[in-house]
Each structure stands twice: as structure tokens, then as C-alpha cells.
């Protein structure tokens, strides 16, 4: 399994840095897991602030080969991964297009998925993964990120880092290790862990406002957003 290859560093930029540096040193799969992350990486270039000792933040990578045209799946795959994991460890979780992990209407925790191509398939995926755990109220404001949340503030108790990082290697090994031939299963999944199917939903896409009914997924992963009757699919983008 690849999670037997697991890197712990006391302190990194990011996990997902670390990942890529690992992999130029010739390491084909593997876990990076940190207990101080400095610089985190967030969608389209945000930040991502770890809290020492109640954040947990940890990079998969893989020189899992897929196909080009399938990349833009890792986000909706990792997500569901989060979700299965939680689900295991009696936590109700949502899923927020395209990378974004619910709990209770907030948000506690975000994916970011990086890759090389070569000659139209993946040379090497690295799939960083973020979540607030044991912050508590005044910890989550001091975040300054509109709606934000922890397991502990939701659910008002203790959790145990470890063993989610742990269910949720383990759910994502198991996404992997079947995909792409487990793409349709992964699609129903999401759609229903999904916290806005059928909704009025407005995202940012291209500098620009969309204003639509989200209505799933498309090809690559992309969001279907229906607008006055038409379909319009967002490559990448985030709803507000």
C-alpha cells in the first residue's frame, strides 16, 4: 500500500512542496504529514492557515498514471475520499464544488490537487489535503474565512488527528488504486454527498459572476451550472 511510505517533517512551506521535492529525489508514491505547515497552498492560489497541534495537513503523491482528460476528476475523487472517511468515523460531512469539505454549513477543511503531464497522461499526482480539527470558536475567527469551522466546534468534542488522516488515506488508496474504472460510482457518490445539487448557486469563473442552477458533473469533472435554460460547464472556478 502506498500509505507504507510515510514522510513525517516537523515543519514545511507545505506538504504538497515537500511532496514534489520528494518525488525529484525519485520517490514514486508515498504520504508527507507535517505538524507545522508555514505557507499552505489553497484553490487558484489562496492561503491556507495551519494552526499548529489542531490543524491536520497531509500530501498524497502517486505516480498512479492517468489519462490527461480525466485529471480534472483528483478534486471530486479526493473529496469523496474525505467524505467516506468521516462517514466511517460517524461524522455527517458535505462535499462543495470543486474542492471544498462541509461540515454542518461550514467549512473545515479544502484539497488541492497538483500534477505533471506527460505525453497525455499523469507522470506523477500529488493531493494535498487540509482540515481544521480541534480549533476552537475563537481559533476559527481568528482564520478571518467567512464560514469557517472545525470538527471540534461542530461536534463539540476532542478528535483524534491521527485517526483521520488514517481513514482518510486509507478511502483514498482505495478511490485510486480502482480509478478511472470506478468513475461512474464516484460520480453517483459525490452528486450525493454533494451540499448544493439542484441549488441556486453563484461561482466565480473566468473574473467573471455566474449566477445558475448547479446541476452536477460533466465530463473531466467540470460543474454543470444551468442558466436561463442553458448548460454552461465551469472547468474551474468556486462557489460563493
Known amino acids: 500500500m502506498l500509505s507504507r511510505n510515510i514522510i513525517f517533517v516537523d515543519s514545511t512551506p507545505s506538504t504538497n512542496?515537500?511532496?514534489?521535492?520528494?518525488?525529484?529525489?525519485?520517490?514514486?508514491?508515498?504520504?508527507?504529514?507535517?505538524?507545522?505547515?508555514?505557507?499552505?497552498k489553497g484553490q487558484r492560489g489562496r492561503k491556507w492557515v495551519f494552526q499548529e497541534g489542531k490543524s491536520v495537513a497531509f500530501s498524497f503523491f502517486s505516480n498512479h498514471v492517468i489519462d490527461s482528460n480525466k485529471i480534472g476528476y483528483l478534486?471530486?475523487?479526493?473529496?469523496?475520499?474525505?467524505n467516506n472517511a468521516l462517514t466511517k468515523l460517524d461524522i455527517s460531512s458535505q462535499l462543495k464544488w470543486p474542492n471544498d469539505?462541509?461540515?454542518?454549513?461550514?467549512?473545515?477543511?479544502?484539497i488541492l490537487c497538483e500534477s505533471t503531464i506527460r505525453k497525455k497522461s499523469s507522470r506523477s499526482?500529488?493531493?494535498?489535503?487540509?482540515?481544521n480539527i480541534n480549533?476552537?470558536?475563537?481559533?476559527?475567527?481568528?482564520?478571518?474565512?467567512?464560514?469557517?469551522?472545525?470538527?471540534?466546534t461542530e461536534y463539540n468534542r476532542v478528535f483524534v488527528r491521527e485517526e483521520i488522516i488514517s481513514s482518510v488515506?486509507?478511502?483514498?488508496?482505495?478511490?485510486?488504486?480502482?480509478?478511472?474504472?470506478?468513475?461512474?460510482?464516484?460520480?453517483?457518490?459525490?452528486?450525493?454527498a454533494c451540499a448544493h445539487l439542484n441549488q441556486d448557486?453563484?461561482?466565480?469563473?473566468?473574473?467573471?459572476?455566474?449566477?445558475?442552477?448547479f446541476k452536477g458533473l460533466g465530463d473531466n469533472g467540470v460543474g454543470i451550472?444551468?442558466?436561463?435554460?442553458?448548460?454552461?460547464?465551469i472547468a474551474s472556478g468556486s462557489i460563493f
Not at 32 to 38: C, F, G, S
Open 17 to 40: 512542496t515537500e511532496a514534489w521535492r520528494i518525488i525529484s529525489k525519485g520517490a514514486s508514491s508515498g504520504i508527507v504529514i507535517t505538524d507545522q505547515q508555514l505557507n499552505g
Open 201 to 213: 448557486v453563484e461561482l466565480s469563473y473566468n473574473s467573471k459572476k455566474i449566477k445558475g442552477i
Open 75 to 82: 478534486p471530486i475523487l479526493s473529496g469523496l475520499a474525505v
Open 101 to 110: 469539505i462541509i461540515v454542518n454549513g461550514k467549512k473545515i477543511g479544502g
Open 135 to 152: 480549533q476552537e470558536e475563537n481559533d476559527v475567527q481568528n482564520l478571518n474565512i467567512p464560514n469557517a469551522g472545525s470538527l471540534k
Open 225 to 233: 451550472v444551468e442558466k436561463n435554460g442553458k448548460r454552461i460547464d
Open 169 to 192: 488515506i486509507n478511502n483514498l488508496e482505495i478511490l485510486i488504486q480502482s480509478f478511472p474504472k470506478n468513475i461512474n460510482q464516484i460520480n453517483r457518490n459525490w452528486m450525493k
Open 125 to 131: 499526482i500529488v493531493i494535498g489535503i487540509g482540515m
